[in-house]
């Protein structure tokens, strides 16, 4: 039981590069989230998933896009990427989006653009 | 709107001594309330959750917080510091009106000196 795994775990890009990130959980999850962690700023949501076949905008979406692939799968794409896209980026999961279901997570992609 | 603030950015204990750390919240309507830690180059890990009843909750590794409701607060409390303890504290919050997302706290470094 792996839990949530990303890949890849580090990532140099240059400006105008674009690129995916992957997220598998294998919990049976129903929602899915990508959050990006910055110094000083603790997490800020991206995008979620409340169930398979959709996705929502979170508080930071510019510059992103999602696909959620299954049930299990959830990436992100940074289609044109820029220097304030340098972060780390977590991909978590939870039963639900209900107010109960505290969120599991993954290690993480560290991500510098240049 | 929603916010959480953990007023210290870091806290440092020696080890075998209590440790607080601080978590203040604004919401709107009834809160529910996580803590999570994060060591270095890993994800976030729950600790534990407040979502009604005792205003002490329990959670992983030793670690226990209270709610009071009058002071909007919600401190992580331990009776004895380990250095293992060292790592990234996070409170996060979630509402009916922010629909159920999470809402972060800057983090609360904590130092547990031998």
């Known amino acids: 039981n792996a839990g949530v795994t990303q890949t890849p775990k580090f990532q140099v890009l240059k400006t105008g590069q674009s690129m995916t990130l992957q997220c598998a959980q294998d919990m049976n999850h129903n929602s899915m989230y990508w959050y990006r962690q910055d110094p000083g700023m603790g997490l800020r949501l991206i995008y979620y998933?409340?169930?398979?076949?959709?996705?929502d905008k979170g508080e930071v979406p510019n510059g992103y896009n999602v696909s959620r692939l299954n049930k299990r799968e959830f990436s992100l794409r940074l289609e044109s990427a820029a220097p304030s896209q340098t972060s780390v980026y977590f991909c978590a999961s939870s039963e639900g989006v209900g107010q109960y279901n505290e969120q599991f997570f993954g290690p993480g992609t560290r991500l510098t653009v240049l | 709107a929603q916010s959480v603030a953990q007023p210290e950015d870091q806290v440092n204990v020696a080890e075998g001594n209590p440790l607080t750390v601080k978590c203040t919240y604004s919401v709107s309507g009834n809160p529910y309330l996580f803590w999570y830690v994060q060591y270095p180059n890993r994800g976030l890990q729950f600790l534990l959750k407040y979502i009604t009843g005792d205003n002490l909750v329990k959670g992983s590794y030793g670690f226990e917080a209270e709610f009071n409701k009058s002071q909007t607060s919600f401190h992580l409390k331990k009776p004895s510091a380990l250095v293992s303890d060292s790592a990234l504290y996070f409170c996060?919050?979630?509402?009916?009106?922010?629909?159920?997302?999470?809402?972060w706290g800057a983090g609360t470094k904590l130092i547990i000196k031998p």
């Open positions: 996060a919050v979630r509402d009916k009106a922010s629909n159920y997302q999470l809402i």
């Open positions: 998933s409340a169930s398979e076949g959709t996705t």
